[in-house]
């Protein structure tokens, strides 16, 4: 559950674009959810299409919410930035939940103890993950122990595995179908995501497989690249509406095809988006996916740097995006750049160090400040990093202070990481900011990383979006300002 501000507004970018059209056809039903956690005392989230509301514990560890209207479909209740529960919400369901959050943690499969009525979807997804490798290892473990062991089996043992890996759960879904009353809508959507997501893991096998064992010469089978393609439904817009995963991979077959049109321009300059704008004008695309590229401006004005880029974007959406939502978001994107540009005070911030303890912005009043956002799992962060290093003993004793802040959700692998501080480049304050509540990634617009920050000693923002430690124009931004 890796999430940025700007993943944040990319997921719901792709929610509105998956659900509002046919959600409004939706069923609206009420439905009620209780129950009791415990080991976790923070806020819980429900999040879905169209929904994303703060459920608060009680001094108990209680809750209890009712929706009188809520569209019927998947939803994910979030226990912090770490932990996650699937549910399925339908006509009469009346969930109650017990939740052991260290139970989850240690991997126990009674973590979690599902009662009430209508509610066999959801004892179905409390199933399959349980039972699925992912749950058989700490976060750590996962990472450290069980991927490498999968990316270092050979093509023929990588297909037998993940082809067992898919018939189990297959089993499992059929049981439930068998002994339950599990609903044709959700084995529709689930059986095809199912398929979408090992047909996901062959390919990234295909990709990376040489990469990760340089000392093998195995010959990746050409079918590894769209395994499941035959079963998978070609253009079916009806699903399109049901699924956001089977309309990205839609979208990614007619993205394929305007990326070959785009390639012989520099990605992202102003030629390349004029030649975009100018083949979705009159390509014969789809119209929903022609709306869903013209609402892709939006990411890219986000992205970018250069100013008369941004100027040609802007005409753009309020040209071509029609989605009132959407717009709303651009708007309230651009009202927060405004907010803290280069040259105004910078925001306020406190997070967590490495020890627990709180670091405040205003702890370095009087003193210019040097950020690097980064996160254990960002290749390029991890490679700046010696940079980022070496910039911290050229300007030893000067009246500046290095701050390593990682976006890292998963606390304990970052903690971990610092604490083993290889090649010793992760030295001096390290934050992080999964740990409190605070609005740094969102008032910083920090929308991608690896990320560097520079605020001067009055308190205002030199360059939100600095160059790269190493640079001669970093040395230059803070040699004029210290």
């Not at 792709?14 to 009420?30: R, Y």
């Not at 297909?159 to 084995?187: C, D, G, P």
């Not at 990383?449 to 790269?468: H, K, M, Q, V």
């Amino acid at each position: 559950m890796k999430v940025n501000y700007f993943l944040a507004v990319i997921v719901s970018f792709i929610l509105v674009s998956c659900g509002t059209k046919k959600a409004e056809q939706a069923q609206n039903i009420s439905v009620t959810i209780d129950g009791h956690v415990t080991g976790y005392d923070k806020e819980l989230t429900l999040y879905g299409t169209l929904l994303q509301e703060v459920i608060n514990l009680d001094s108990n560890g209680n809750f209890s919410v009712r929706y009188d209207s809520i569209k019927e479909g998947n939803y994910s209740l979030l226990l912090g930035s770490e932990s996650s529960l699937d549910l399925y919400l339908k006509k009469g369901t009346s969930l109650h939940l017990d939740i052991d959050l260290d139970k989850m943690e240690a991997c126990d499969k009674k973590a979690v103890t599902i009662s009430g009525e209508n509610n066999d979807e959801t004892e179905l997804l409390y199933a399959l993950m349980v039972n699925s490798p992912k749950f058989q290892y700490d976060r750590a473990a996962y990472k450290e122990v069980y991927l490498p062991e999968v990316e270092k089996k050979n093509p023929q043992e990588f297909e037998a595995y993940q082809l067992s890996l898919l018939e189990k759960e297959r089993a499992l879904v059929k049981k439930f179908v068998e002994t339950k009353s599990i609903q044709e809508n959700f084995l529709e959507v689930y059986n095809l995501e199912q398929l979408l997501r090992y047909n996901f893991t062959f390919q990234l096998y295909a990709r990376t497989a040489k990469r990760n064992n340089p000392d093998k010469d195995w010959t990746i089978p050409v079918k590894f690249d769209a395994y499941f393609k035959n079963e998978i439904p070609k253009n079916d817009f009806n699903l399109y509406h049901k699924s956001g995963q089977y309309a990205m991979y839609v979208r990614g077959g007619y993205h394929d095809k305007m990326r070959e049109v785009l390639s012989k321009y520099e990605r992202e300059s102003m030629d390349y988006f004029k030649t975009n704008l100018a083949c979705l004008d009159t390509c014969s695309f789809p119209a929903l996916i022609k709306e869903d590229m013209y609402n892709g401006f939006v990411i890219s004005y986000m992205r970018a740097n250069d100013d008369a880029i941004k100027t040609y974007l802007n005409g753009v959406i309020y040209d071509k995006v029609k989605d009132k939502e959407r717009l709303k978001s651009f708007e309230e994107y651009k009202a927060g750049q405004n907010a803290y540009a280069d040259g105004k005070p910078a925001p306020q911030f406190t997070l967590t160090d490495i020890n627990g303890n709180e670091v405040s912005l205003s702890d370095f009043k009087g003193k210019m400040v040097m950020m690097d956002c980064w996160a254990t799992w960002c290749g390029p962060c991890v490679a700046g990093l010696p940079k980022f290093n070496l910039l911290k003993e050229k300007y030893a004793g000067k009246n500046i202070v290095f701050l390593g802040i990682s976006v890292d959700e998963d606390v304990e692998l970052w903690k971990r990481k610092v604490n083993e501080n290889k090649g010793g480049v992760l030295t001096g304050i390290q934050l992080n900011t999964s740990i409190n509540k605070n609005t740094f990634k969102k008032d910083l617009m920090v929308q991608g990383i690896p990320r560097y920050i520079l605020i001067g000693a009055d308190g205002l923002l030199i360059s939100r979006e600095s160059p790269r430690p190493g640079t001669e124009e970093l040395y230059q931004l803070i040699n004029e300002n210290l």
